[in-house]
């Protein structure tokens, strides 16, 4: 079976990674082709991967964009990590790179999504171009990966020219439901008639359920599809329900009804991902990653990166905690991007106080140590936070080096996501053997059993659930304390725990990649 997997970032190629979804186009293909398939991997080029070494141009495709013939690039790239099987291709456009070279993604002020939904209709339009010319080998599914590939599926329904699409069937993957692709119908450069004049789109089964003059990119993915597939089988069944954000209720996210009747026809699929398990990480020594840690913030003050005042008080902190308790536990780590999505739990206030207060104040002569950087909101709210606590060690930016450092030091991972699709970050800490607290959502339900290889918490309110994580969260450093065999029975399940790409990849197979009822998705 010959698969093409079309997607935004693909981690397989150096600076091809934002965020999770770039560590399934990373792995993803490797398990199909370890599996004796084909696979073809398409991405934009962002004006870097096609200067690669190795990089070889193979043809050029022209389509008509807001009302302009432009042409495209494809070239076939190779990654670092070669796997037979295999095939990377990146298409090049000066759009592609219009913000600045090596960007996927773009804030900007031209409204939500403004750029970056121009980049990926052109994306779509030219995938969908290079399909019909067989520029790739004879292929058996497409597999669609969020909203920046909706247009390609929106042809694929739609536009007469590329009907020939629909003989094979298609699979769209939710990996964030809450970035949903929102754009205007008409009436800016940016906008789903300024790309594709003329075109008779499914009005019912595109617009945005809140703005009818808008199109919604992850709703059009969901509609036209002929399977929809998300991250992990506990978040298949939430977003079946509305989102209430202030009860800490993340489901549907005005797509509910819509995944509802995907559900209801037996489109609707929930398939972990996988982790890599290719080596088992050693605990580093105490001093090592407090000098890896000093290190990193005198890289990030010398070229300017981040919040200097965050990084001079770190250094200050790490400082204090050398001298007056060096090597205490626990030692509790927090990894990833500072999101309402990852940390919401935390910032809001339980009994009129910020959880994260009271949560340092639980962990006592114990340490948390913060990597991270994202929402303004969330890096001064930590800062504040380290310079009020004298056992909290923010580190606002991120670098591999210490992350994996930090995954394998601590004695206890700590990942109350509001919800979580899938999660990667609680593997990756299980794998280094150590338990992780989480909110018992989407992939972490899936993957941390309490008691057994973690612990987890859960509630029916913000604040039950509020309430639920300072308390397993003091029974947690209970058992840490006064219970050590019991504390190294639980380290030892979470090591052993297995989530592989293999497993998962039999379930792709069996359930998204089946070839009966090609063309199942909407039609205009």
């Known amino acids: 079976m010959h698969i093409v997997q079309v997607a935004a970032e693909n981690d397989a190629l150096p600076g091809g990674k934002v965020g999770g979804l ?30 690669t070494e190795g990089a070889r141009e193979l043809v050029t495709v022209t389509v008509e964009f807001c009302s302009v013939a432009e042409t495209l690039s494809i070239f076939e790239v190779v990654p670092p990590r070669q796997t037979s099987g295999v095939r990377y291709l990146v298409l090049e456009h000066l759009i592609f790179s219009a913000s600045g070279a090596g960007r996927i993604y773009v804030n900007d002020d031209a409204g939500p999504f403004a750029t970056d939904a121009h980049k ?34 929106l042809l694929r329904a739609c536009d007469p020219r590329y009907s020939i699409l629909k003989e094979k069937p298609a699979v769209y993957t939710i990996h964030n439901l809450s970035l ?57 069944q939430e977003i079946l329900r509305p989102s209430d954000w202030s009860e800490g209720i993340v489901g549907g996210e005005g797509l509910e009804q819509d995944l509802q009747q995907a559900e209801h026809a037996g489109h609707l699929f929930g398939i972990l991902n996988g982790c890599e398990y290719d080596h088992k990480p050693r605990r580093p020594k105490v001093g090592g990653v407090w000098k890896l840690a000093e290190q990193t913030l005198d890289d990030w003050i010398t070229t300017g990166q981040g919040n200097p005042r965050s990084h001079y008080f770190a250094l200050k902190r790490m400082v204090q905690i050398k001298r ?18 990852k940390l919401y739990l935390l910032v809001q206030n339980y009994q009129d106080r910020p959880v994260m207060d009271q949560l340092l104040e639980q962990l006592r002569s114990g340490i948390f140590i913060m990597l991270g950087s994202g929402d303004p909101f969330y890096e001064q709210f930590f800062l504040k936070a380290m310079e009020k606590h004298g056992n909290f060690v923010f580190l606002n930016g991120y670098s591999e080096s210490l992350s994996s450092a930090l995954y394998s030091f601590g004695d206890l991972f700590v990942m109350p996501s509001i919800y979580e699709p899938c999660g990667i970050s609680q593997m990756l800490a299980m794998r280094a053997g150590v338990p992780c607290l989480v909110h018992q959502v989407g992939g972490l339900n899936d993957t941390v059993s309490n008691g057994q290889n ?26 840490f304390r006064e219970q050590p065999e019991q504390w190294k029975k639980v380290s030892r399940a979470a090591a052993k725990a297995r989530f592989t790409w293999d497993g998962s990849v039999q379930q792709y197979l069996a359930q998204l990649y089946r070839s009966d009822s090609p063309g199942a998705g909407a039609s205009p």
């Open 120 to 153: 990926f209709a052109l994306f779509g339009i030219a995938v969908a171009q290079a399909l019909k010319e067989s520029v790739i080998a004879p292929w058996d599914v497409l597999h669609c990966h969020d909203w920046h590939t909706a247009v390609l599926l």
């Open 324 to 341: 007056e308790q060096n090597g205490v536990r626990p030692c509790l780590v927090s990894i990833g991007r500072l999101t309402a999505q």
């Open 454 to 479: 973690g612990f987890s918490f859960g509630g029916k309110s913000l604040q039950e659930k509020q309430l639920n994580l300072l308390t397993t969260l003091d029974d947690t450093l209970m058992l």
């Open 22 to 51: 770039g560590d399934v186009i990373r792995d993803l293909p490797i398990g199909l082709a370890q599996a004796g398939h084909e696979v073809t991997v398409i991405t934009p080029g962002y004006g870097v991967f096609a200067a």
């Open 180 to 236: 949903q692709g929102v754009r205007p119908l008409r009436g800016v450069a940016s906008s789903l008639e300024s790309w594709l004049p003329g075109l008779p789109y499914p009005h019912e089964a595109i617009v945005d359920p809140h703005h009818s003059d808008c199109v919604n990119l992850m709703r059009c993915g969901i509609n036209l599809a002929d399977r929809v597939h998300t991250v992990s089988p506990t978040y298949a």
